[in-house]
């Protein structure tokens, strides 16, 4: 089955630190996706990036980067010179590849950060 | 572009009294559509999903229930709230061979 762990429950960091986020993963899918996705205090959802088993690229996006590791099953996010708007739970997501029809993500239980200006 | 919408945003229901949450998508068709439930603190619980009209698979036996009137209608509802119901009901929409989900604003459920 399925697992994924973010193990740090909540994070502080001063504004304009960097922060990482954990995330660490078990599938026995060699084929498989992972998510990272914000979810505000407003409770919404923000899907913020997908990556596939098969490419390892590391990938940037403005302030955020995220490290995909196959030999570790890590999939951490980093959030450079960070702000206040920051501030938020994390999910790290997972799917394994199962054909149409099946398409479910197993997250983890969140990290929250709080950025403090 | 697709929008997802939920209503009520809040809802605070006695223990027993009947549950209809609604969630609808525009500007896609033949979504598959989710309900997850987010209890205080906690992360997300997969409930319920649907592939088409009709067509609804339950992940966790429980109080709950769910239908898919319309293409892009997707219902969760309940015939008698238990405490244990409270939380956070978010509603998704993803497309076929394509895994990311897209979540709608949520609604807030309090029952007392």
């Known amino acids: 089955a399925q697992k994924v762990t973010q193990a740090q429950t909540e994070i502080s960091v001063v504004e304009k630190e960097d922060v990482t986020l954990d995330c660490v993963y078990e599938?026995?899918?060699?084929?498989?996706?992972l998510f990272w996705y914000k979810q505000p205090p407003s409770g919404e959802l923000v899907f913020l990036i997908r990556r596939n088993s098969f490419d390892e690229q590391n990938e940037i996006s403005g302030r955020y980067s995220w490290n995909f590791q196959k030999s570790t099953s890590s999939f951490n996010f980093t959030i450079t010179a960070s702000q206040v708007v920051d501030s938020a739970v994390y999910f790290c997501a997972l799917s394994e590849f199962s054909g149409f029809g099946n398409e479910k993500l197993t997250f983890g239980t969140g990290t929250r950060l709080t950025i403090i200006p | 572009s697709q929008t997802i919408h939920q209503w009520p945003a809040t809802l605070v229901q006695p223990v027993g009294s009947p549950l209809s949450l609604e969630c609808t998508v525009e500007g896609t068709s033949n979504p598959n559509l989710y309900w997850y439930r987010q209890a205080a603190g906690r992360g997300l619980q997969l409930l319920f999903y649907s592939v088409g009209i009709g067509q609804i698979s339950s992940e966790v036996p429980q109080n709950l229930s769910a239908s898919r009137p319309q293409d892009r209608q997707f219902i969760l509802s309940s015939k008698k709230l238990l405490l244990s119901d409270s939380g956070f009901y978010l509603c998704a929409w993803g497309v076929a061979g394509v895994y990311e989900q897209y979540f709608g604003p949520g609604t807030r459920l309090t029952v007392t």
């Open positions: 599938t026995r899918d060699t084929t498989y996706y």
